[in-house]
């Protein structure tokens, strides 16, 4: 499957972004897909997972409550629904996709195929 997001931008301090991930491949529907973000100088952390049947979601602690995660299988797309932004989310976003066996994990180096990032920045 290739991965490519789109949504990024600017944000003010408290606003909302949403960004957006399109996937190519007849395999999406089985696939576990999940947000990391890499600010400068940091190291890719998890945001967000989705089961590929949308029955399980999983968040990182600072972004519970802020950020959704949603998929659309006919679509062959996984959202983030971004509010109440803060300027420490500011970072790349990167889509990503895994087996089921990988499923719940927060480790980027089991996921197996990943986008190339949009950039959210985040002002006050």
């Known amino acids: 499957v290739q991965l490519a997001e789109s949504g990024g931008g600017l944000a003010q301090a408290g606003g909302s972004l949403r960004l957006s991930c399109a996937a190519s491949g007849r395999t999406f529907r089985g696939f576990v897909m999940a947000w990391f973000r890499q600010a400068p100088g940091a190291d890719r952390e998890f945001v967000a997972g989705?089961?590929?049947?949308?029955?399980?979601?999983d968040y990182a602690d600072n972004v519970k409550g802020r950020f959704t995660i949603t998929r659309d299988n006919a679509k062959n797309t996984v959202d983030l629904q971004m509010n109440s932004l803060e300027r420490e989310d500011t970072a790349v976003y990167y889509c990503?996709?895994?087996?089921?066996?990988?499923?719940?994990?927060?480790?980027?180096?089991?996921?197996?195929?990943w986008g190339h990032g949009t950039q959210v920045t985040v002002h006050s």
């Open positions: 990503a996709a895994t087996w089921p066996y990988y499923s719940g994990s927060h480790y980027s180096h089991e996921y197996h195929e």
């Open positions: 989705i089961s590929w049947n949308q029955n399980n979601t």
